[in-house]
């Protein structure tokens, strides 16, 4: 079974600075989807990124950008100039197929004025 | 706002009852999902419809059903219900079952079971 692990419960960073979440995963295909969800406090599950496991091209979205290593089966998010809104649960998440969402255990990011 | 939506946000009831909490998919999406968000379990997959017909079952409960009706909304029943049973039940959609579609969640409703 497919398994995604993030390492990290908790991190904290200062306003304007730059953070990284780790996760990592596990499966023996090859065709698969990657995404992280952040959930603010009102637990709104909000797709933040998505990344294409046959796309060699690291995904991004504004301020937010993915390290993905296929072989080391790594998948981080980058957030450039934090901001206080970006506050939240982090969830990533593995998808094969049109199948379900298995995700890691989430980490949680402080944003410190 | 994802254009899912689900009802009603807030659930209090008390052990042994039986609640229904329902979807609505986004305009057009064929594709349901179900996930209970706990603080023991994490969020886990429980349940997905197509197009009215069971596709997929994750860790559900026998007391636990769904269903997907013709007008595309779907409803996640919960029975005999334990203190365990507290979570947050969110239901997602996607368009149809291609493997690029993204799954667009609802607010989630959140049970406490007294």
């Known amino acids: 079974a497919q398994t995604v692990t993030q390492s990290q419960p908790e991190m904290s960073v200062q306003e304007a600075e730059t953070v990284t979440l780790s996760c990592t995963y596990d499966t023996s295909e090859s065709d698969y989807y990657l995404f992280w969800y952040k959930q603010p406090p009102s637990r709104q599950m909000i797709l933040v990124i998505r990344?294409?496991?046959?796309?060699?091209q690291n995904a991004t979205e504004n301020r937010f950008s993915v390290n993905f290593q296929k072989a080391a089966k790594s998948f981080s998010l980058k957030i450039s100039d934090s901001q206080l809104g970006d506050a939240a649960m982090y969830f990533c998440a593995y998808r094969q197929g049109a199948q379900k969402l298995v995700f890691g255990q989430g980490t949680r990011l402080t944003i410190n004025p | 706002d994802s254009g899912v939506t689900q009802t009603p946000k807030h659930l209090i009831t008390a052990t042994g009852q039986r609640v229904t909490l329902r979807c609505s998919p986004r305009?057009?999406?064929?594709?349901v999902y179900w996930y209970q968000q706990s603080l023991d379990q994490g969020l886990q997959f429980l349940i997905q419809y197509y197009n009215g017909e069971e596709r997929a079952k994750g860790n559900i409960l026998e007391r636990f059903s769904a269903q997907q009706f013709p007008d595309l909304h779907s409803e996640l029943n919960l029975s005999s219900l334990e203190l365990g049973d507290s979570a947050l039940y969110f239901c997602?959609?996607?368009?149809?079952?291609?493997?690029?579609?993204?799954?667009?969640f609802g607010p989630g409703t959140r049970l406490l079971v007294l």
């Open positions: 997602a959609s996607s368009v149809a079952l291609a493997k690029q579609e993204t799954q667009y």
């Open positions: 990344q294409e496991a046959y796309k060699q």
């Open positions: 305009s057009g999406d064929l594709s």
